[in-house]
């Protein structure tokens, strides 16, 4: 099993920054990808962005792309997401996710975080 525990959500203003981070436990060598998905009120579940163990290479959601970067440090079994020039449409919870095959872009995940909340005023 792997847990994942994701923080660093809050209220920031349009325009403004927010890093959120994923730290991983427990089986984490059977990870190929990690990622991150959101969820609007009354919206299905979005995937934003995704990032192999290993850091070689990253997907990016049209939404998010030039705006967010994903990134992980494997020495703390962390990844994080910084988001800049935060939109009032990126409100949502923010939720990580991993997955053991190989494919960053990831569709049905093998583990979830419970979520972070990321509200973005206007």
């Known amino acids: 099993q792997v847990q994942l525990v994701e923080s660093g959500g809050g209220l920031v203003q349009a325009g403004g920054s927010l890093r959120l981070s994923c730290a991983a436990s427990?089986?984490?060598?059977?990870?190929?990808?990690l990622g991150w998905f959101r969820q609007a009120p009354g919206k299905e579940r979005e995937f934003v962005s995704g990032?192999?163990?290993?850091?070689?290479?990253?997907y990016y959601a049209e939404s998010v792309k030039g705006r967010f970067t994903i990134s992980r440090d494997n020495a703390k079994n962390t990844m994080y997401l910084q988001m800049n020039s935060l939109k009032p449409e990126d409100t949502a919870v923010y939720y990580c996710?991993?997955?053991?095959?190989?494919?960053?872009?990831?569709?049905?995940?093998?583990?979830w975080g419970q979520g972070t909340q990321v509200t973005v005023s206007s």
């Open positions: 996710a991993a997955d053991r095959s190989k494919n960053i872009v990831i569709r049905t995940p093998d583990y």
């Open positions: 427990g089986r984490t060598f059977s990870i190929y990808a």
């Open positions: 990032i192999s163990w290993s850091g070689g290479s990253t």
